[in-house]
């Protein structure tokens, strides 16, 4: 029988998140001091900190030095400053996004620089390590470091592209840390259906319309990644068969309708006028018809497609993310009718559309929840892809692919730490 990798619980999930931020905003505290602050049961307690002491998360600190009359000092606990520091960065077409998360488990901060598009490899890797240490300063970073996750364009074709791994040998040699790559799109997914607008939710389909159009799916509470990397390519469903050709090598994909170029080439097309998104968004606002007649069109095609995926994968909620979807409701409400005209009777009254909550930084900090492994939502993804022929019977996962080993501990938060 193979073994599965711990979930952690909801429940047990809070209860370490209770008590690290307790020492977060307190520092060392003994037993008797957690209790009284965190209200938990002895038993309780005794199970969350047995757990957080095993995956090093926390540590025993100087004893307690006040008289407790006979035996030894109660000792105290603290957060572990040697581990869990991470990075996500998010190499999207036009620009580079990082975020930092501190030795206590807190963003430190987020970043992101536009380039034009194109910009070689080792630039943008350049880049991304100059955001990180206008973040964090100087080299703070290296020698305590978990991990670096990062999002890149497209599907990875089993993470061994000859360009994939010259990017993953440039970021190791800049970092100093273990480097895992995934899809951007899919990352920011993870992100939000772990803080964002689908979190909590078990069950969810994310949409990013953007100068590409991607998305993720999270089925059962687990991200998914399929075969060869490709789960999540939205934008390559063909929409209109004598369409306009893809980069991917079809015709008429959505993301020959829905995404920023294809958008703005429609819109001079129909005789707006308008060279980037600002200009068309400017449009909206001042109700020029051809802007939104264009953007009704777009978003009917999207939410047929939408509806389709809901009745195949059946989740509880859509999110739509992406500089597009910051139009609102000209393009979001014609979504959401051809969703309603689309979905099964069953699911259509159940089923929430979304606005994404995390914006354009939302990939890196997807790359961070994989950097560290710790959300639920990647209990059963794999760490990286296995040898060919090569199946390891002991692991958890699918396909062979050995689980991600994960670690109990707590959600991040989302507030950015001053920094001074």
Same mark, same amino acid.
């Given at each position: 029988?193979?073994?599965?990798? =711990? /979930? ?21 505290? @003994? ?9 938990? %049961? ?7 900190? %047995? ?49 930092? /998360? ?10 992101? #620089? ?28 290296? *020698?305590?470091?978990? $991990?670096? $996750? ?17 990017? #993953? ?14 899809? @951007? +799109? ?12 689908? !979190?909590? =939710? ?26 060869? *990397?490709?789960?999540?390519?939205? $934008? ?6 004598? *369409? ?5 090598? $079809? +015709? *008429?994909?959505? #993301? ?41 069109? /777009? ?7 939408? !509806? ?28 959401? #009718? ?13 089923? +929430? ?56 501990? +707590? ?10």
């Amino acid at each position: 029988m193979q073994s599965r990798p =711990d /979930v952690v619980s909801p429940a047990r999930r809070g209860h370490e998140q209770a008590v690290l931020g307790l020492l977060r905003a307190h520092g060392p505290l @003994n037993r008797g001091e957690l209790s009284r602050r965190c209200g938990l %049961s002895r038993t309780t307690l005794h199970d969350t900190l %047995s757990g957080l002491l095993a995956t090093g998360a926390v540590v025993t600190a100087m004893p307690d030095e006040a008289p407790r009359g006979r035996g030894r000092p109660a000792e105290k606990l603290a957060l572990n400053p040697a581990v869990g520091q991470a990075l996500g960065i998010d190499f999207a077409r036009r620009a580079v996004h990082v975020a930092a /998360v501190g030795v206590t488990y807190e963003i430190v901060g987020s970043a992101g #620089e536009a380039h034009p598009p194109g910009l070689p490899w080792p630039d943008r890797v350049a880049l991304a390590e100059r955001l990180v240490r206008r973040l964090v300063g100087g080299g703070l970073w290296q *020698g305590v470091l978990k $991990g670096v $996750g990062v999002g890149v364009v497209g599907p990875l074709a089993g993470a061994r592209d000859r360009t994939l791994s010259g990017v #993953e040998a440039l970021l190791r040699e800049r970092f100093g840390g273990p480097v895992l790559l995934d899809n @951007n +799109t899919r990352l920011a997914a993870l992100a939000e259906s772990t803080w964002g607008a689908a !979190a909590g =939710d078990q069950d969810a389909l994310y949409l990013r319309l953007s100068y590409g159009v991607g998305g993720g799916v999270v089925a059962g509470g687990v991200l998914h990644r399929g075969a060869d *990397g490709v789960s999540g390519e939205i $934008g390559h469903i063909p929409v209109d068969p004598a *369409g306009k050709p893809c980069e991917c090598g $079809g +015709t *008429g994909c959505l #993301e020959t309708v829905a995404s920023i170029r294809a958008v703005l080439d429609g819109y001079r097309a129909r005789g707006g006028r308008g060279d980037d998104l600002p200009a068309l968004a400017a449009a909206v606002e001042a109700e020029d018809p051809i802007a939104l007649g264009l953007l009704r069109d /777009v978003g009917t095609e999207v939410g047929r497609v939408l !509806a389709a995926l809901s009745n195949a994968i059946g989740p509880r909620v859509i999110v739509i993310g992406g500089e597009l979807a910051e139009i609102g409701a000209p393009l979001l409400e014609p979504v959401q #009718e051809a969703l309603d005209a689309g979905a099964v009777p069953i699911s259509r009254h159940r089923l +929430t559309l979304r606005r994404a909550t995390l914006g354009e930084v939302a990939g890196a900090f997807g790359g961070v929840a994989l950097a560290l492994g710790e959300s639920p939502l990647l209990s059963r993804y794999p760490a990286a892809e296995p040898e060919p022929g090569r199946v390891d019977s002991r692991a958890g996962g699918h396909g062979g692919v050995p689980a991600r080993p994960r670690l109990a501990l +707590t959600p991040l938060s989302l507030t950015p730490v001053s920094r001074g």
